[in-house]
Nanobody, 123 residues
Framework: QVQLVESGGGLVQAGGSLRLSCAAS????????MGWFRQAPGKEREFVAT????????SYADSVKGRFTISRDNAKNTVHLQMNSLKPEDTAVYYC????????????????WGQGTQVTVSS
């Protein structure tokens, strides 16, 4: 089992920045690919970013590319999502997820999920 706890969400004006963190506990964190997903009211959960467990390769949704950066610290069992130039359409609950498989944008390939943290971007 892996437990994931997100933090760092909040209210920010458009153009601002937030840094989300996800603390992992349980099994060996470094064996998991990690991802961030988000879900806005009335919409399906969508992929934001992912990072591999092996070489730190990353992948981003087109909507956040160039604005968001995912990183991980295996020594501290944490993964971060730095979000810059935030837009009102980034408003959602952001979820951290862990996968025993290769890093992926497919939410169904993730085995563990956190409870989520709310990000609200005002215009």
């Amino acid at each position: 089992q892996v437990q994931l706890v997100e933090s760092g969400g909040g209210l920010v004006q458009a153009g601002g920045s937030l840094r989300l963190s996800c603390a992992a506990s349980g099994r060996t964190f470094s064996n998991y690919a990690m991802g961030w997903f988000r879900q806005a009211p009335g919409k399906e959960r969508e992929f934001v970013a992912t990072i591999s467990w092996s070489d730190g390769s990353t992948s981003y949704a087109d909507s956040v590319k160039g604005r968001f950066t995912i990183s991980r610290d295996n020594a501290k069992n944490t993964v971060h999502l730095q979000m810059n130039s935030l837009k009102p359409e980034d408003t959602a609950v952001y979820y951290c997820a862990a996968s025993l498989h290769h890093y992926s944008s497919n939410r169904y390939e993730y085995d563990y999920w956190g409870q989520g943290t709310q990000v609200t971007v005002s215009s």
